[in-house]
């Protein structure tokens, strides 16, 4: 059985909160296009006007879904700590917790959502406002490490955003198929590299005294960013 812990922004009636659960329930159970309007309100123990008087359809349900359920690393996160627009520890900290968190049944909404959007224009809207947040989000915070120092100015914040959101939803592909994942103290040296490879670009003169305090082949990426252990979340 799958428990779901509904968490959304507006007050909910106990009858939308019913149905939004029921329809998480049966979006990962079956799919998208496998999960009936029919089934959705059983489940919930109502009929499928309730569905009908407070929702649009499955479309408007599945959006609800994914707001309430399908929580991940960033919202997490944003939840349990203030990273006071430190992007890299962000960063760092998620890139981390994705060769380790434990399997979430829920994240299948998320991909059965991205699978119905090649044929349905209105899941395709769902995803783009529910992706849309989270870009502005982490743009924000590209933004102000960038205004801090800790983040190179020269490089475009959109293509840090959209390569961090392609990381983050590529493991959702691995986990679809139970590809196993990198040792995590592997993952977290490219994290790190990574990571390091984003901060500013300082010039510095080839004179001998560098030379001795950098030999050659010797990293000049910054220290390993600290790592804040994230709350088990059971779905």
Sequence with gaps: MIVIIVAVEQPLDDTSR???VAAAEVFAEKGYDGAGVQEIARRAGLTTGAIYSRFQGKADLLAEAIRACAS???DLLFAQHTFDGRVNDLLTTVGSHLVTRERAPLRAILLEAFVAARRDPEVAEVLREHLGRRVERLREMVD????TGLVDAGLDTDSLVHFA??????FLLFEAVALPNPEPAEWDRVIDRLVGAIGPIESIEPTAATDTEHPAGASLAPEPVARRPLAT???
Excluded: C, N, P, Q
Aim: proline share 0%; net charge neutral.
């Design 144 to 147: 102000a490490s960038k205004a």
């Design 72 to 74: 991940d690393e960033f």
């Design 18 to 20: 019913r149905l939004i």
């Design 233 to 235: 979340h059971s779905t």
């Design 165 to 170: 959101h392609a990381v983050g939803l590529g």
